[in-house]
């Protein structure tokens, strides 16, 4: 059977020295040869209340992406020339790239840099990789566009009308048509035309 025995050490330090005590027996003196300062109050860090809601985090921990472009603005403001151009075009970079991925693959590149000279890095060669693909997209797309843009021009192709029948084309009407039967003679014959008809002109000489 294990005997667990509690020892109670009151907040007021306890101080051994072997000087203490003239008296004390060679047993007592070996073990107290050192001095021992037992003290029941710690330095503890006092923790944060569990209860914090989100905004409070998220006020007090700004996001990754947020704290990666604070670091960077900094940084670029300490550099000069062509390393400053180089910063700020990155900082830039890094915008675009919220646009064109989400936000964990962003913190993913972000944690994979590890810093943020080697983030300067990653986000021209992201940068760069990505304005290869733009360029070779469009040149791929580009024909068959054109090509679309043509087709349908031929579609729409305007006809133009009112043009003069050519010679052939009167003969084809006018022996295609059926003859005239007695009742239709007799109408063109009898009949009068309208007030705003006017004959045409005989250009015959005479």
């Known amino acids: 059977m294990i005997v667990v025995a509690k020892l109670r050490i009151p907040n007021s330090a306890l101080v051994l020295d072997p000087n203490a005590s003239a ?8 073990k107290t040869r050192t001095r021992m ?10 923790l ?5 809601s989100k905004i409070e985090r998220g006020v007090k921990d700004p996001p990754l992406i947020s704290h990666s472009q604070h670091q960077l603005a900094d940084y ?14 990155a900082y830039f970079e890094l915008q675009h790239l919220q646009e064109e991925y989400s936000k964990e693959e962003v913190e993913k590149l972000i944690i994979e840099a590890g810093g943020v000279k080697s983030l300067i890095g990653c986000l021209h060669g992201v940068a760069a990789i990505l304005k290869a693909n733009k360029h070779s997209s469009d040149s791929t797309t580009r024909p068959h566009h054109l090509k679309s843009m043509v087709n349908k021009e031929e ?3 305007h006809i133009p009308d009112g043009l003069p029948k ?14 005239d039967s007695a009742y239709t003679k007799l109408l063109r ?16 000489c005479q």
Do not use: V
């Open 23 to 30: 008296a004390a027996t060679p047993q007592t003196s070996r």
């Open 37 to 46: 300062r037992i003290c029941s109050e710690y330095k503890i860090p006092k």
């Open 48 to 52: 944060e209340a569990f209860s914090k």
């Open 76 to 89: 670029c403001t300490l550099l000069e020339g062509d390393a400053s151009y180089s910063c700020w075009q």
């Open 155 to 157: 579609e729409h192709m």
């Open 166 to 179: 050519t010679a052939h084309e009167i003969e084809d009407e006018q022996n295609s048509r059926m003859p």
């Open 189 to 204: 014959l009898s009949s009068t035309l309208p007030a705003w008809y006017s004959s045409a002109p005989n250009t015959s």
